[in-house]
């Protein structure tokens, strides 16, 4: 099946820093999401992004399907961004596939 | 919110015993997929449903069963259940294999 590697498994933030998270996947992919699991353990979808690039707010997502790597940009963080974010990638009709996720603290 | 419902949010029961989880996707959404998500593991696909039809096996023990009924809910029925069941299940739906899926808020499952 396919493999979803993300990076970097840890990230601290200064609150109000940017940072860049990664995704890459062995497979052509169709689908391809990011989530956002909150303290509470709710799966927040972010974006579904198979390819090109996509803005809200303060997060963008750009997805290169043809070198197979997506990344997720966050924007002048804040706290309440902390939490794990999730790659997702999905390949013809089947089910997605998790990576193991990048876990973001931001700080005051 | 998601628009995708799942019930109970928790649940704590013994070793041995059966549970049923329930979730009801979203409005006009035909597949219904069920996800585990423990601490040494990540989040494991399980099981698929589209259209009341059994789609796609994951990495699901015999001793748990699912399936989706014909108003499109689906129903997650875990059996004998060990401590190692103790874990987050996510249901999730989707328009259609290989569009994009809405998680529910989970059932926190604690076997003791």
């Known amino acids: 099946g396919i493999q979803v590697e993300q990076s970097p498994p840890d990230l601290i933030l200064q609150e109000g820093a940017n940072s860049t998270l990664r995704c890459n996947f062995s497979?052509?992919?169709?689908?391809l999401q990011w989530f956002h699991q909150n303290p509470w353990g709710q799966l927040i979808n972010l974006f579904y992004?198979?390819?090109g690039t996509k803005q809200n707010g303060r997060l963008s997502a750009t997805t290169v399907a043809t070198e197979r790597y997506s990344l997720l940009y966050i924007s002048s963080s804040q706290t309440t961004d902390s939490g794990v974010y999730f790659c997702?990638?999905?390949?013809?009709?089947?089910?997605?596939?998790f990576g193991k996720g990048t876990k973001l603290s931001v700080i005051p | 919110d998601s628009g995708v419902t799942q019930t109970p949010k928790h649940l704590i029961t013994a070793t041995g015993q059966r549970v049923t989880l329930r979730c009801s996707p979203r409005?006009?959404?035909?597949?219904v997929y069920w996800y585990q998500q423990s601490l040494d593991q990540g989040l494991q696909f399980l099981i698929q449903?589209?259209?009341?039809?059994?789609?796609a096996k994951g990495n699901i023990l015999e001793r748990f069963s699912a399936q989706q009924f014909p108003d499109l809910h689906s129903e997650l029925n875990l059996s004998s259940l060990e401590l190692g069941d103790s874990a987050l299940y996510f249901c999730?739906?989707?328009?259609?294999?290989?569009?994009?899926?809405?998680f529910g808020q989970g059932t926190r499952l604690t076997v003791v």
């Open positions: 449903y589209y259209n009341g039809e059994e789609r």
């Open positions: 409005s006009g959404d035909l597949s």
């Open positions: 997702a990638v999905g390949a013809g009709s089947y089910q997605l596939t």
């Open positions: 992004i198979p390819s």
């Open positions: 497979d052509s992919v169709n689908n």
């Open positions: 999730a739906s989707s328009v259609g294999s290989g569009t994009e899926a809405f």
